[in-house]
């Protein structure tokens, strides 16, 4: 929160740092989010998704459900027959040149399934656990067939068609440039250099989760939605039009405040769909609330290319041509923009080079995923990138400086505007200024002795530039248009209703000043809503760094309308010419003289007839819905320098520095925070943040499934610089800020991008993973009795993380090595484990190895004390002949030594069950390596009559302990403890495993 409140009474200025009027109640929990509304009888939905990647509905038996208690209904697809398909925004012709197929994407399927988690039944109850529970027990029976779930597998010869209407699975070819120009380029070009790389999958990951919660009145039946959305306008008109087929009148969209929106909340789900439906049809609100694995599922995605690129060169190193090929995958379905991302904003090719000629092809893709959507870019980054790694690559190859060779390549201040030789026309800019700019407060030229540093400290240290400019307020042809309406009531007070929307930005703060500066009044006085379509006449929305260029100008021309207005009024009060008055702070006066009204009085007077010049209508307000000429260009150059642990895989950012030009600041401290935000998710998808499938599934399904970028992974210094120039065409010479950043991030990580040179990735392990097994491998061959977090190597928590994943990937192989061991019968793995933490990635790891490599069928049982439940239940019901260990996390590490080489020495009567999730503290006890306490285990073990303690924080179910005395003869006692086990006597050695002494 700002150290200093926002001024009140004051006039506020553009240009100042003012402190942010949302923080008083964002950050002290006065928000008023969708989740914090509360209407009388709520009713809560769940959604039963297919968890397979292609599959036909054969049936669905809800007869179990409806009769739960608290269960209000359960809807299939065929009970949505009669409602509409989602629309697509933007459609492209196919390689015949006839338009593109667009998929039928209904609320529910009826007869298929195309990705994993597809929704394909609802169910509504009083309670949100009733409501899961119930949709648990939803019977679905599937005809599972095969699917494509990759551009690789959807494009090869053979391959499923997602649907039979587009038998390649080719949803369309897009090209752009001058395809002869590029021939004939290439034809004389003196170097000739290619690149193929990929953009990986990514997800949204906004603080607060995709939710909605629907109202129908009582008396005439009009609906409304309250939703965590950046377009509620659109989402409206798609609703009513698309999919209900009534007047939008009937429906009302609120979004209220919005914790994060990135693109991925501008959309149509189908969920919001099925609140209102069921809202209607049970007469009571329905609310529905993704939790975090279901976001992973029902989402919309983004990224997700193959790149395929040329760059041609003459003998000085002057860039001739590019030539391009982009697959891109659209997933099953066409989001509202799915095919923006791929093909809109690919301009962003040439960024700011002076290319003469530049040809690109792009083929959309269906596959067996989930559709994708815009995100923080929608494409934007997918080209920048794909063009500044073509760089790198030339430079590498004809053994030039990366550095001069975009120097030598630049578009100069004095060419503009410069139209690409793709689809852009840039108006202003001095990329040469900002180049140098970067170089010099990042100090590059010092670099090589950083790096020498390092490498005395056993380091790997890297930097890497990159040039980012991203197109605002589009599309190219003709920007979208922006609604403002200006209200003054008869005390003077503003209230100002935009058709933007602000999620994070800080617009509540930027559009207060602008109001104030133009119309004089004091920023306590303007109050501003948005997100409503009963209080918002029309709106786009918030998304493609649009909202002061397009808002900001429709905001301009509404209170134009106003001022003119009003001077009319204090001229006829001043009883002079309306050419003779100015507006002087907060009043109009006549020129030259000190005679003036106050806004209070010109206010007070537009409503009272008796006091309005003859003409004038009464009352003082307006509004506007503009279209700005053209978009403008925000630029910025980027410099990062990381620094890499080789022995561990960590990566650590050592600085960041980026120069950043936006035209006109309206307000300094929310840009320095628009950057910070646009920098910080770099590192995500740059280095380890990509959405896998693996079987066709979601690798990560959870949070702790896959690394995030968090605050602490940041550089330890961002600088930002704004260079002097030119402020752009705009109203109000203000161009976007939100996504120039982003669009300049880092590289993936073992691909050699500008930004993170090779020599880094290419030394260092593919997988932190890797470090870690490296490491646990010395550990157990050595047995160390010394804490885990001692030296440097195990300090840091994701050091940590990779030696624990290294030791799960160590049990792994060998596990899979000493499969010739297992007997014939079948073997399955009951794997429980508390949610959270480590665990999830242990667990992961065995998914992986154990059920693809050895056949076993894989069951995960996330919930705390689990283990001991699945095992009286499974035990007692299915009577298992074959193999079957139930563990915890920790199991999976007893797991090589226990069942493997210990195996001539198990009792043979204790093979049909294996108890290993009784041994949590085999391997590591009291932050210590323990493996040779296995072998007393096994001792103990084999003790008649015995006992065996077990330190435990939770409760362990009688029939485990019957089971583990049958099978072994020895007493297995539970012993709870709260927290962690506490150190045993040196007495009870004998019989305690936990013991650290």
Known sequence: MSERRPPVNDLLRIGESVPRYEDARLLTGRGRYTGDLRLRGEAHLAVVRSPHACAGIVRIDASAVLGMPGVLCVLTGRDLGALGTFPSRIRRTGADGKPMFEPPRRVLPIEAVRHVGEAVAVVVAETPALARDAAERVEVEYAALPAAASIEAAVRAGAPAVWPEVADNVAFVYTAGDRAGVEAAFACAAHRVRLQTRINRITANAIEPRTALADCEPAGGRLTLYVSAQTPHGLRNDLCTRIFGMPASRLRVVAPDVGGGFGMKSGDYPEYALVLWCARLLGRPVRWTADRSESFLADHQARDNLWDLELALDAGHRFLAVRARSQANLGAYLAYAGTHQATTNVGCLAGVYATPAMHIEVRGIYTHTHCVSPYRGAGRPEALYAMERLIDQAAGELGVDRIELRRRNLVRAEQMPWKTALTF????????????????????????ARRAAAAARGRLRGIGFAFAIEIAGGPIDRPF????????????SMLLAIGTHNHGQGHETSLRQIASETLGLEAGRIEIVYGDTDLVAHGRGTFGSRSMSSGGAALLAASARVEAKAVQIAAHLLEAAAGDIERRGQGWFVAGTDRGVSWDQVAAAAYATAQLPAGIEPGLYASATVCTDAPTFPNSAHVCEVELDPETGSVALKGYWVVDDVGRVVNPALLYGQIHGGVAPGPGPGADGEHRLR????AAHRLVHGL??????????????????????????????????????????GERHPRCPAPVWHRAPRHAADAGEALARDAIRRRPTRPLCKERSMKKPLAALCTLLGFAGLALTSATASAQEWPAR???????????????????????????????QFIVENRPGAAGRIASTYVAREKPDGHTFFMGAPGLLVLNHFLYKDMESKPADFAGVSLVGILPYVLVTNNKLNVGSVAELIAVAKQKPGALNHGSTGSGPTLVQQLFKERTGTQFQNVLYKGTAPPCRSSCRATCISCST
């Open 708 to 749: 995030r970028h968090a605050a602490r992974r940041g550089p330890d210094r961002l600088r930002g610089r704004k260079p002097p120039g030119a402020d752009p065409g705009q109203p109000a010479g203000r161009e976007g800020r939100g996504r120039s950043r982003h669009c300049g991030r880092p590289a993936r990580r």
């Open 425 to 448: 026309t840039y108006d202003s800019g001095d990329f040469p200024g900002a180049f140098e700019r970067a170089l010099a407060i990042s100090d590059w030229a010092g670099f090589e």
């Open 481 to 492: 248009e922006e609604y403002a309406e200006v209200r003054i009531d008869p005390t003077g």
């Open 695 to 698: 079987r066709r599934r979601p």
């Open 826 to 856: 079948p073997v399955k793995f009951v794997v429980a484990f508390a949610p959270g933490g480590a665990n999830d990635i242990v667990t992961r790891l065995l998914a992986q190895g154990l059920t693809d490599r050895l056949k076993t």
